[in-house]
């Protein structure tokens, strides 16, 4: 039903959707293999950071998702685990969840952010995320990331981003924000918003669904990310039984798809040209 109601309810949708979903599960086994959040370097990045969606809905049901880094003074955990805490969360959602289905608001806090963070992001492992969740590089780029004509662009999580809200931005995070910009559709790039201040975070999130740290009343950040940590190691047996829940591409009619194609074999987003 979620992946139904994604996809507005149209079966070919949901039916290239479910592909690539299963698809992306064979192709990205740094995101999708060995997923037991007891595992020490996951628990690693569970100790480094926030990454829980809110409890509460905002008044039209969207889901509220923060993530924060807890100290600047850390190396920068690795891309690939990071990414698959977040989609263990994502799966866990898609699995369990009956509210929030109106769409996700992301609130990214950047104080912790530092150049040494952006610097040592694999941009292969990046780009190989984006391909997982992004519902929104733009045409011009598409012909590039999805090298083979062959391939039809389709992101593989039902979820739809509907906000974007970017906090405690420093000139650095500035720069990195705009130029992430033109990698995404018009339509995304307007649901992107900085604050400086909470203020203007609370024009667009009510206070009560918010946590404290960001002038809320709806509890502590670190309390509702140990929830769902929690939560995660009781999915311990769930996410064994769907390890191997995956496309298997010797019995894909026609072509098999081409993991090369999918990705790009280049690694870097230095070598896309953006129009």
Known sequence: MTFLRGCKFSLEKTKRKLDMYFTMRTACPEFFANRDITRPELQHIAQLGHLPPLPGLTPDGKRII???GKDKDIDTPPLGDVAKVVLMIGDVRLAAEETGVAGD????DAS???????????????????????V?????LRNVVLRSSSIQWQEAYPVKLKEVHVVNV???VDTIVQFVKPFLKEKIRNRIYLHSSFDTLHE???????????GGTAGKLQEFHEAW?????????????????KADESKRPGKPTNYDDLFGIDGSFRQLSID
Do not use: N
């Not at 912790?112 to 992004?134: D, G």
């Not at 929104?136 to 011009?140: A, D, G, H, R």
């Not at 940590?229 to 829940?245: C, H, I, S, T, V």
């Open 112 to 134: 912790v952010a530092s150049a040494s963070h952006f610097s040592k992001v694999s941009p292969s492992l990046a780009k190989k995320f984006l391909v997982c969740v992004q």
């Open 204 to 214: 667009k999130i009510p206070k009560d669904i918010l946590p404290e740290e960001y």
């Open 105 to 108: 608001v992301y609130i990214l």
């Open 136 to 140: 929104s590089l733009p045409v011009s």
């Open 66 to 68: 923060v993530m924060r």
């Open 170 to 172: 420093s000139p650095l």
């Open 229 to 245: 940590m929690k939560k995660l190691e009781e999915y311990g047996p769930w996410f064994r039984a769907q390890e191997d829940l």
